[in-house]
């Protein structure tokens, strides 16, 4: 039987057990503490400026179950999958079967692994990491390359989406995706030994980058 539940400011509390929300999550950890010890059920009111609802659900498997499910993040009112009237989604990451925008699934990620970080919850944190590299692919590099080098993102996924780039060049940068690679990124493709595509193969893609894309930056897209 559940002896605690994260209750929501607009409803739906969802039970838990303290035991493994202290074991999961330093933070979380905490706050029990702070309370002392009562065998009465125990409300933990969530501001859900840090952990909003519709993550929950995901956060609370992987403290069950060691397994990151992103499938289990509910789609944003705003998303083009949003969640239906009964609060469930209708739509779930790549390979569950659903058909939701890879953009909006990328920030879905981006923004459980911050939520991870600042509810210190270490298993959430490296599973979204194993989840953002599995999604690795010419559409998706630029958005993760972006967000990547942000401060409070993941160093693991921007070493692994370089290395990704690195190795698929020539692949990526002839993609309908390679104008948007950040300059930054690019720069330091081609200065690397390791790059794995011939000088010409690197010429022709720098020229094609040049042409559709002048602007492009390492500033994170608002």
Not at 142 to 147: F, I, K
Not at 189 to 213: N, T, Y
Request: glycine share 6%; charged share 20%.
């Amino acid at each position: 039987m559940a002896d605690a539940r994260l209750s929501f400011g607009g409803g739906g509390d969802l039970p838990c057990h303290r035991a493994i929300l202290a074991a999961r999550s330093r933070l979380f950890r905490k706050v029990l503490s702070a309370r002392g010890a009562s065998d009465e059920p125990r409300v933990i009111h969530i501001d859900e400026k840090v952990l909003p609802r519709r993550f929950a659900p995901a956060l609370l498997h992987a403290a069950y179950t060691d397994q990151v499910d992103l499938s289990l993040i509910q789609r944003a009112p705003s998303s083009p999958t949003s969640t239906n009237s009964s609060g469930t989604s209708n739509a779930a990451w790549p390979g569950s079967g659903g058909r939701g925008s890879h953009s909006a699934q990328l920030e879905d990620a981006f923004q459980l692994y911050e939520i991870a970080r600042f509810m210190e919850m270490p298993i959430l944190a490296q599973g979204c990491e194993e989840r953002l590299v599995a999604q690795l692919s010419p559409a998706t590099l630029p958005r993760l390359l972006r967000w990547a080098v942000q401060p409070h993102a993941s160093r693991y996924v921007h070493r692994q989406a370089m290395r990704y780039l690195l190795d698929e060049f020539h692949t990526v940068m002839s993609s309908p995706h390679g104008p948007r690679v950040p300059r930054a990124a690019l720069a330091r493709a081609l200065a690397s030994s390791e790059l794995q595509c011939s000088e010409p193969q690197a010429l022709r893609a720098v020229l094609r980058w040049a042409e559709h894309a002048p602007n492009n930056t390492q500033q994170p897209s608002k």
